[in-house]
Structure formats: structure tokens, C-alpha cells
């Protein structure tokens, strides 16, 4: 069975659980204490015996309970994971796809995100990254920093007013795509794109489906067309950056919490298999 390594994109997924804030604050309270009782001599002992044996927590298990199941050497089949919000992330990243559909012409997210950051021209990496414990393929590659898109699904969702990540996911992702590419800075780029055409009548079909329509109506199509496209929003109000810095101590959790999922995965082979 191959070595089990976690996906960028799953980082966030997997973790490790030692000591809580406030504990940390006990144990350094206990460490500066002079004359401590036989009380706070067993209390420390724990609390330093927790620190140096972290544990996985309930959902890292989960996820190598998953990740087992799609083994070859079991039941050989990955999850499928379809959704409305990752199919229009990907054709909205997709370099070769012809959006000049019914009037409504929609900017590859790349291009688009290469021209607000004044990169002049920006290629969607293909190479697949991998070292021992993280693998992945990261968006957009440059000389000095790792690049990540989002398309946000439409204007609600898009993070005009957040001054941090709002998804950790999206921020452990790009830790491991500077760790695997070598890169010490990364900027994550959410671009609010027109949807393509294809899932704006299939929203308006349903909706009028579930409103005691027949079928598609015109008039119902062409609202969620207004809607769902953005040609008249300002280009600059239609991408938003966060910049991140490598942080190499969380990487060191990150490999540590992999090593535990390794052993806990020999444990289910052992048990079960």
C-alpha cells in the first residue's frame, strides 16, 4: 500500500491535539514556580507529558478512515465531489474553455488576476508537487511566490470586506504550495467571475421548477443572468488578495500530525484488513 500523504487542499483536514491556550499559560505558570506541592508536581508532569505525545484528533481518524477506504488494496475507489461551486472553479480557471456565449463573455480568472496585479502574464501550473508528507498541484507558480484562485460562487460569497482569510482550508492549502515549491511568500486571489452560461439556466430552470413553472422562462432566465454576471461591477471590486507568509512551524505540525496518521492507519490495516 503506498505511503500515506495528505493533499494540500486537506491539510486543514488533519491535526494533532496537545495542549489547549490555557493550559500552555498552566504549564509555564508550574514551569517558573518555585516550591511547588506534590499536587503541582503531578500537574506539571501531565501537562509536559501531553506536549511531548500529541494525539490526532476524532477528525484527522476520520479522514484516514476515508483515505484507506479508496486504496487500491481495498475498495479502489475515490469519493465523488461535485458541487455547483467547484464546477464553476473550474471552468472559470480553465485557460482552454470559450466562454463567448449568448452575449456574456467571461475572463479566465488567471488572466484576469494577472492583469489586476500587474503581472502581465500569468500560466496555470501543471506540474504535481510532492515530498514526503504533502503533495500537490498549486494554481500559479512564480519566481518569487505561489499564487492560489478562488472563484467565489457569486456576490454574497465573495470576501469584499475581510481583511483575513476567511477560510482556514484556503490558508493551510497554501502552506503546503510554498512548502513544496520552495516559495516563502503566496497571495490568495478570490475573483468575483461571470458564471458561465451553462449554470445560469440550470439555477433558473430549477428555480422555476420549484415556483410551479413548467419549464424555463424567459423572463426568470434573463433575471438570473443579471444576477449572475458582473459586467457592470468595477474591475478592481471583483478580485480581492491575501498575502501569506511561509510558516514553517506549522509545517512542523503538519508532518507530525502525518506521521500519526500513518500509524493510526497501520493500526485500522492491522485490525480490520
Known amino acids: 500500500m503506498k505511503k500515506f500523504k495528505i493533499r494540500c487542499s486537506a491539510i486543514n483536514k488533519i491535526g494533532i491535539t496537545s495542549l489547549t491556550e490555557k493550559q500552555y499559560e498552566r504549564l509555564e505558570i508550574l514551569t517558573n514556580k518555585d516550591g511547588l506541592t506534590e499536587k503541582q508536581q503531578t500537574?506539571?508532569?501531565?501537562?509536559?507529558?501531553?506536549?511531548?505525545?500529541?494525539?490526532?484528533?476524532?477528525?484527522?481518524?476520520?479522514?484516514?478512515k476515508n483515505w484507506l477506504k479508496e486504496?487500491?488494496?481495498?475498495?479502489?475507489?475515490?469519493?465523488?465531489?461535485?458541487?455547483?461551486?467547484?464546477?464553476?472553479?473550474?471552468?472559470?480557471?480553465?485557460?482552454?474553455?470559450?466562454?463567448?456565449?449568448?452575449?456574456?463573455?467571461?475572463?479566465?480568472?488567471?488572466?484576469?488576476i494577472a492583469e489586476q496585479l500587474g503581472f502581465g502574464m500569468l500560466?496555470?501550473?501543471?506540474?504535481?508537487?510532492?515530498?514526503?508528507?504533502?503533495?500537490g498541484t498549486p494554481d500559479i507558480i512564480t519566481k518569487d511566490l505561489v499564487i492560489d484562485a478562488k472563484n467565489s460562487w457569486d456576490h454574497d460569497t465573495f470576501p469584499l470586506?475581510?481583511?483575513e482569510i476567511p477560510e482556514k482550508d484556503y490558508s493551510s492549502q497554501l502552506q503546503g504550495y510554498m512548502c513544496?515549491?520552495?516559495?516563502?511568500?503566496?497571495?490568495?486571489?478570490?475573483?468575483?467571475?461571470d458564471t458561465p452560461i451553462n449554470l445560469i439556466e440550470k439555477e433558473a430552470y430549477y428555480?422555476?421548477?420549484?415556483?410551479?413553472?413548467?419549464?424555463?422562462?424567459?423572463?426568470?432566465?434573463?433575471?438570473?443572468?443579471?444576477?449572475?454576471?458582473?459586467?457592470?461591477?468595477?474591475?478592481?471590486l471583483k478580485i480581492k488578495v491575501f498575502d501569506l507568509d511561509y510558516d514553517q512551524s506549522y509545517i512542523d505540525q503538519v508532518e507530525k500530525a502525518v506521521k500519526l496518521c500513518r500509524i493510526y492507519i497501520k493500526e485500522l490495516i492491522k485490525k480490520h484488513l
Open 43 to 64: 500537574e506539571l508532569h501531565g501537562l509536559r507529558h501531553r506536549l511531548r505525545n500529541p494525539k490526532l484528533t476524532t477528525g484527522s481518524k476520520t479522514y484516514c
Open 71 to 112: 486504496q487500491k488494496e481495498v475498495f479502489n475507489r475515490a469519493k465523488i465531489i461535485k458541487s455547483k461551486y467547484i464546477n464553476k472553479g473550474n471552468i472559470t480557471e480553465d485557460n482552454s474553455i470559450d466562454f463567448n456565449k449568448g452575449n456574456i463573455t467571461e475572463d479566465n480568472s488567471i488572466d484576469f
Open 123 to 135: 500560466l496555470k501550473n501543471e506540474k504535481h508537487f510532492s515530498n514526503d508528507f504533502i503533495e
Open 161 to 163: 470586506f475581510e481583511d
Open 180 to 193: 513544496l515549491t520552495g516559495r516563502k511568500k503566496s497571495k490568495l486571489a478570490y475573483v468575483l467571475s
Open 207 to 236: 428555480w422555476c421548477k420549484d415556483n410551479g413553472f413548467d419549464d424555463l422562462d424567459v423572463d426568470i432566465y434573463k433575471q438570473f443572468i443579471r444576477k449572475m454576471t458582473y459586467s457592470d461591477v468595477p474591475d478592481h
